[in-house]
């Protein structure tokens, strides 16, 4: 069995009175398309993602994408949802956005986009001028967020944020004030700490949206297995609501008529 397959994005349309080809296809649109594969292909985090080829083609601009056959099955059933129920609704929401950027630019420039992989049978889905793939705005409800992780970034020359690599969701950027960077006394960076934050979350699935989430506060955390407070809290526990119990009894209780 093949280890890899493609992906086609085949871009059809016309610049002025000329149908596009890759002699004339700008560079702007290319991009465009270049960083939206990779989320269409990867919505998680992408740190240790597989490598994706790329070659351009004539027949319109046909855009092929190589990269593992896992990768072009999972891909495939993301098209084989979205053509059977015609919304984007039920994507993850990063592979959601970059429909719906693929969206915008085909009505911008009145470009159609073909795609489907290279699997026999394959899926596929249009996106032009007439599609209307955008996700439902109402089910998605504001909401506040405890991450736990560790800093391994915090800035930004612009637009601060704060990067917190989580056991759970890989890594979290936090939109963060300047201002609150500024003034923190000890450095942050590669410390255990917790961080509160408010976004978007999708009120069925209850996906969060983590490209918006804007900070609120630091929280100290200790993420270390501590034994001896764990004993303290049992023994506590035996000398208080456990000390009058007898577990024969008790144990008898439970168990009612079971054993008779």
Same mark, same amino acid.
């Given at each position: 069995?093949?280890?890899?397959?493609?992906?086609? *994005?085949?871009?059809?349309?016309? *610049?002025?009175?000329?149908?596009?080809?890759?002699?004339?296809?700008?560079?702007?649109?290319?991009?465009?398309?270049?960083?939206?594969?990779?989320?269409?292909?990867?919505?998680?985090?992408?740190?240790?993602?597989?490598?994706?080829?790329?070659?351009?083609?004539?027949?319109?601009?046909? $855009?092929? +994408?190589?990269?593992? %056959?896992? #990768?072009?099955?999972?891909?495939?059933?993301?098209?084989?949802? %979205?053509?059977?129920? $015609?919304?984007?609704?039920?994507?993850?929401?990063?592979?959601?956005?970059?429909?719906?950027?693929?969206?915008?630019?085909?009505?911008?420039?009145?470009?159609?986009?073909?795609?489907?992989?290279?699997?026999?049978?394959?899926?596929? *889905?249009? %996106?032009?001028?007439?599609?209307?793939?955008?996700?439902?705005?109402?089910?998605?409800?504001?909401?506040?967020?405890?991450? #736990?992780?560790?800093?391994? @970034?915090?800035?930004?020359?612009?637009?601060?944020?704060?990067?917190?690599?989580?056991?759970?969701?890989?890594?979290?950027? *936090?939109?963060?004030?300047?201002?609150? !960077?500024?003034?923190?006394?000890? $450095?942050?960076?590669?410390?255990?700490?917790?961080?509160?934050?408010?976004?978007?979350?999708?009120?069925?699935?209850?996906?969060?949206? +983590?490209? $918006?989430?804007?900070?609120?506060?630091?929280?100290?955390?200790?993420?270390? +297995?501590?034994?001896? #407070?764990?004993?303290?809290?049992?023994?506590?526990?035996?000398?208080?609501? !456990?000390?009058?119990? @007898?577990?024969?009894?008790?144990?008898?209780?439970?168990?009612?008529? #079971?054993?008779?």
């Amino acid at each position: 069995m093949e280890k890899h397959g493609q992906i086609e *994005i085949k871009v059809s349309g016309k *610049i002025g009175n000329v149908d596009i080809n890759p002699d004339n296809f700008d560079i702007k649109e290319l991009v465009s398309i270049l960083n939206n594969v990779d989320d269409l292909l990867y919505s998680g985090d992408k740190k240790n993602r597989p490598l994706i080829s790329y070659d351009i083609k004539e027949g319109s601009v046909r $855009n092929i +994408f190589k990269t593992g %056959i896992q #990768y072009i099955y999972s891909f495939n059933a993301v098209l084989g949802l %979205i053509s059977h129920t $015609n919304t984007i609704d039920y994507l993850d929401l990063t592979t959601a956005k970059a429909i719906e950027n693929l969206q915008d630019l085909a009505k911008k420039k009145d470009f159609a986009f073909d795609i489907s992989t290279s699997l026999e049978g394959s899926n596929n *889905i249009r %996106i032009d001028k007439f599609s209307d793939f955008k996700r439902t705005d109402v089910i998605w409800a504001e909401a506040e967020f405890y991450f #736990y992780g560790k800093i391994t @970034n915090a800035g930004g020359k612009d637009k601060a944020n704060i990067h917190l690599l989580t056991d759970e969701y890989g890594t979290v950027r *936090i939109q963060t004030p300047i201002s609150f !960077l500024e003034q923190q006394e000890e $450095n942050i960076l590669y410390k255990s700490l917790g961080v509160r934050a408010k976004g978007n979350q999708h009120s069925e699935n209850g996906e969060i949206d +983590f490209t $918006n989430l804007e900070f609120i506060e630091l929280i100290d955390y200790n993420p270390i +297995f501590d034994e001896n #407070y764990l004993k303290k809290l049992r023994d506590k526990a035996k000398q208080s609501w !456990l000390s009058g119990i @007898n577990p024969d009894e008790w144990l008898r209780q439970i168990r009612g008529n #079971y054993e008779s």
